[in-house]
T-cell receptor, first 111, second 115 residues
Framework: QKEVEQDPGPLSVPEGAIVSLNCTYSNSAFQYFMWYRQYSRKGPELLMYTYSSGNKEDGRFTAQVDKSSKYISLFIRDSQPSDSATYLCAMSEFDDYKLSFGAGTTVTVRA | DGGITQSPKYLFRKEGQNVTLSCEQNLNHDAMYWYRQDPGQGLRLIYYSQIVNDFQKGDIAEGYSVSREKKESFPLTVTSAQKNPTAFYLC??????????????FGQGTRLTVV
């Protein structure tokens, strides 16, 4: 079993829809949870960063962490064609240098 | 501008040859990483370094080697012992995830193809 599980999709939605992405993990020591966005043939860029449990909102993006269920989510509201990308979840333990990544979910937003 | 620079962007290698991928950062980060990305498998850690002159194997280190002689530089050598080297290679740097605002910054990647 992988340490971080993420459904690779692909996921295709119409413009304006809500995109829901999620990851599950097995390491209860993970404290930091991140979502990266990666456009084709580019390096990933950080979208959202959450410490421990709870919700965080940034514009159209909402990240949720449920440590009791070892489950994290990313929601994209009012999705745009420019949101078409691969979304990777990543997580790490406290004060650790190593990041563990999910496989990435490829999202296409249709105009 | 601060950031991470990977070169070259595309690299072709003949079977049996060693090649070295360059990664330079000017973010003053202590930690640097090399990841390999294959379709449907996400990012897999090859090597990482927390400090100059020290590095650790990641999950898929076989067939790869690294050095960390300077804080800014972390080159990756793909040796002939790596059986399936064709992939997208990503370099990253970070501070430890112990405070607000820390994150891993990625370069734009090097696509290696064995011909």
């Amino acid at each position: 079993q992988k340490e971080v599980e993420q459904d690779p999709g692909p996921l295709s939605v119409p413009e304006g829809a809500i995109v829901s992405l999620n990851c599950t993990y097995s390491n209860s020591a993970f404290q930091y949870f991140m979502w990266y966005r990666q456009y084709s043939r580019k390096g990933p860029e950080l979208l959202m960063y959450t410490y421990s449990s709870g919700n965080k909102e940034d514009g159209r993006f909402t990240a949720q962490v449920d440590k009791s269920s070892k489950y994290i989510s990313l929601f994209i509201r009012d999705s745009q064609p420019s949101d078409s990308a691969t979304y990777l979840c990543a997580m790490s333990e406290f004060d650790d240098y190593k990041l563990s990544f999910g496989a990435g979910t490829t999202v296409t937003v249709r105009a | 501008d601060g950031g991470i620079t990977q070169s070259p962007k595309y690299l072709f290698r003949k079977e049996g040859q060693n090649v070295t991928l360059s990664c330079e950062q000017n973010l003053n980060h202590d930690a640097m990483y090399w990841y390999r990305q294959d379709p449907g498998q996400g990012l897999r850690l090859i090597y990482y370094s927390q400090i100059v002159n020290d590095f650790q194997k990641g999950d898929i280190a076989e067939g790869y080697s690294v050095s960390r002689e300077k804080k800014e530089s972390f080159p990756l050598t793909v040796t002939s012992a790596q059986k399936n080297p064709t992939a997208f290679y990503l370099c990253a740097s970070s501070t430890p995830f112990g405070g607000a605002g820390t994150e891993a910054f990625f370069g734009q990647g090097t696509r290696l193809t064995v011909v």
